[in-house]
């Protein structure tokens, strides 16, 4: 019994200091200054927004710095989607960045472009110099597309970007939306290719056919004289030539 009771007695007082460097660990950090600031994840999109916004952190307290405060701070930011804050050092903070990357360029009456990204979030400006090879969305007669217009757009793109093919989907250069028939066309490197609807299910129809077709039938044509590929019927491909008053037709 004498043994046991000694056995306890040891354990409580190991625990007890255990406990009491553990507080005191606590309170040293606490009393630190915040030495350095590290943002991973941001380009030019970000980089100077984010610095600015955990700049003014620097040398202080880490007992008066909240972590959860700083991430709501950084994902206010146009640029960010999400942010992760940590301590990666005793005085040093670690900021990472998941950036809304653009998805298309919006073309505005005055010439102006903005990036769109993948949920259709009309973005403002970079603060930096940045290029992004992606498509530019405008309407058929040069007026602005609406935010509805613009995010069903967006979501045209993301399924083209999962039906087509890498290579078709990096040649398309244009999106256009005639909004009194409420119909869309994508202009790749060499034509154009009528969807028909702007509506969802009926797209995804037309990007399958766009998909088969250039697999299959392009590489026997020279498209470079096709000015038009109609795709508005349900498995059905209509070639219009340039300066030809003929059609082709046939099946996908």
Same mark, same amino acid.
């Given at each position: 019994?004498?043994?046991?009771?000694?056995?306890?007695? *040891?354990?409580?007082?190991? &625990? #007890?200091?255990?406990?009491? #460097? %553990?507080?005191?660990?606590?309170?040293?950090?606490?009393?630190?200054?915040?030495?350095?600031?590290?943002?991973?994840?941001?380009? *030019?999109?970000?980089? !100077?927004?984010?610095?600015?916004?955990?700049?003014?952190?620097?040398?202080?307290?880490?007992?008066?710095?909240?972590?959860?405060?700083?991430?709501?701070?950084?994902?206010?930011?146009?640029?960010?989607?999400? %942010?992760?804050?940590?301590?990666?050092?005793?005085?040093?903070?670690?900021?990472?960045?998941?950036?809304?990357?653009?998805?298309?360029? &919006?073309?505005?009456?005055?010439? @102006?472009?903005?990036?769109?990204?993948?949920?259709?979030?009309?973005?403002?400006? %970079?603060?930096?110099?940045?290029?992004?090879?992606?498509? !530019?969305?405008?309407?058929? /007669?040069?007026?602005?597309?609406?935010?509805?217009?613009?995010?069903?757009?967006?979501?045209? &793109?993301?399924? %083209?970007?999962?039906?087509?093919?890498?290579?078709?989907?990096?040649?398309?250069?244009?999106?256009?939306?005639?909004?009194?028939?409420? @119909?869309?066309? $994508?202009?790749?490197?060499?034509?154009?290719?009528? #969807? *028909?609807?702007?509506?969802?299910?009926?797209?995804?129809?037309?990007?399958?056919? $766009?998909?088969?077709?250039?697999?299959?039938?392009?590489?026997?044509?020279?498209?470079?004289?096709?000015?038009?590929? /109609?795709?508005?019927?349900?498995?059905?491909?209509?070639?219009?030539?340039?300066?030809?008053?003929? &059609?082709?037709? *046939?099946?996908?």
């Amino acid at each position: 019994m004498i043994v046991e009771n000694r056995r306890s007695s *040891g354990l409580v007082i190991s &625990l #007890l200091c255990v406990v009491f #460097l %553990a507080f005191m660990a606590a309170q040293w950090h606490e009393r630190q200054k915040i030495s350095s600031i590290s943002v991973m994840g941001a380009t *030019g999109l970000s980089r !100077i927004s984010v610095q600015r916004a955990v700049d003014s952190l620097k040398y202080k307290s880490i007992k008066s710095t909240s972590l959860a405060h700083i991430r709501t701070c950084v994902e206010k930011l146009p640029y960010v989607s999400n %942010a992760y804050v940590y301590f990666s050092g005793v005085r040093e903070i670690t900021v990472q960045v998941d950036e809304r990357l653009p998805a298309a360029h &919006l073309l505005y009456e005055d010439g @102006t472009l903005r990036y769109v990204d993948r949920l259709g979030i009309v973005l403002p400006h %970079a603060n930096e110099r940045t290029a992004h090879n992606v498509p !530019i969305l405008r309407s058929h /007669d040069g007026s602005r597309l609406s935010s509805s217009d613009v995010a069903k757009i967006a979501t045209v &793109l993301a399924n %083209a970007s999962r039906i087509l093919d890498s290579r078709l989907y990096q040649s398309i250069s244009e999106i256009r939306v005639h909004k009194m028939r409420s @119909t869309i066309a $994508m202009i790749t490197d060499e034509t154009t290719w009528d #969807l *028909g609807s702007l509506n969802q299910e009926r797209i995804q129809t037309a990007l399958a056919d $766009m998909n088969v077709f250039w697999k299959e039938a392009s590489p026997s044509i020279n498209m470079a004289t096709v000015k038009e590929v /109609d795709l508005r019927w349900h498995h059905q491909v209509i070639l219009r030539y340039h300066g030809q008053a003929k &059609l082709a037709g *046939g099946s996908v």
